[in-house]
């Protein structure tokens, strides 16, 4: 089949090396670059772009109309700590959004929609340590609220009109390539940064924090092969649990430290995102991504460390 692809928020830390690997894959023409920003990278010049804010459900629709597209990717969101300071735009942005996507996904018969959730859809009533896919979950932040019902949708798509909605649920995603946007995880990039810069980092999440991680290039692997697995083989179409490796700032700081032996890790005074992180889990059981699709992570923190320096160094 011929593929259009369409991926919405196409300049932010994940759309960003999304769109130039579908491009090595599907050609630079069919893969068209979505986002409100204008684009600082390789991908206005690579292919096309245009102007999209997913709440315009008109310019959405347009959007719709004149690429067809097989398959939608929606990264356009608010993320945990951008989250808390503007909750009602969170929630518009994070739930309007999708709803629009869903909604044209259906009329103009795309035949595949990704749409991320997160590790923050867990709550401080879910079980800490190898989160598994089905218990408690009581989110706390507007970020998490809105992946939370988000994930509901989907299933709820899927279930009554048959849209083939895929999701994975990302921890803590670390990459060189784009800047974070606003996120409680962020630190676990910035203290590279700082490291090659500085020797020093302050970290605004205390030494004990352990979250799970994952290194981008797993990330955008794992997605592009949910997103062409065969159907049949999808068990799970709320989100899929998914995990690379678990850290604290410290276990970080010691790895950080063989490659950079002066380096100096820090504490900042107490910051929001610290309840943020310790509402979350530790650690995740993403056996059924494994079972359903084969999923396995290339990244551990040894992998991971050494590359983000690497890459940063150059
Ligand atoms: N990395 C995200 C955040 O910290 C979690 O999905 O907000």
Redesign the pocket.
């Known amino acids: 089949m011929h593929e259009k692809i369409v991926v919405i928020g196409s300049n932010g830390q994940i759309g960003t090396e999304l769109v130039s690997e579908l491009r090595k894959s599907y050609g630079d023409g069919n893969v068209i670059a979505c986002d409100i920003r204008r684009p600082d990278y390789d991908i206005k010049n690579a292919g096309p772009f245009e102007f999209v804010n997913v709440l315009e459900k008109e310019i959405l629709n347009q959007l719709f109309k004149k690429y067809k597209p097989t398959q939608v990717y929606l990264l356009a969101a608010l993320?945990?700590?951008t989250g808390e300071q503007n909750p009602k735009l969170a929630w518009d942005l994070n739930m309007n959004g999708l709803l629009n996507v869903l909604d044209l996904a259906l009329e103009y018969n795309t035949a595949r929609v990704y749409w991320p959730s997160?590790?923050?859809a867990f709550g401080p009533n879910s079980p800490k340590d190898h989160t598994p896919q089905y218990c408690i979950m009581d989110p706390n932040t507007v970020?998490g609220i809105s992946k939370l019902a988000g994930e509901r949708w989907c299933e709820y798509y899927f279930q009554r009109y048959g849209l083939d909605v895929r999701s994975i649920r990302?921890p803590?995603?670390i990459s060189w390539k784009a800047a974070p946007g606003g996120?409680?995880?962020?630190y676990a990039i910035h203290i590279f940064h700082d490291a090659l810069k500085k020797q020093a980092y302050q970290s605004f999440l205390s030494a004990e924090t352990e979250l799970p991680m994952m290194y981008m290039d797993d990330a955008i692997r794992g997605t592009i092969e949910l997103m062409d697995a065969p159907a049949e083989k999808i068990s799970i179409r709320s989100s899929y649990n998914f995990t690379g490796m678990s850290f604290t700032p410290e276990t970080l700081a010691n790895e950080i430290k063989k490659h950079i032996p002066g380096f100096k890790l820090g504490y900042t005074e107490y910051d929001q995102r610290q309840a943020i992180a310790d509402s979350w889990p530790r650690s995740i059981d993403d056996g059924i991504a494994e079972r359903d699709w084969g999923w396995k992570p290339d990244f551990d923190l040894t992998k991971m460390t050494a590359e983000m320096l690497n890459n940063l160094r150059k």
Do not use: F, M
């Open positions: 993320l945990s700590a997160s590790i923050a970020y990302y803590g995603l996120g409680t995880t962020d």
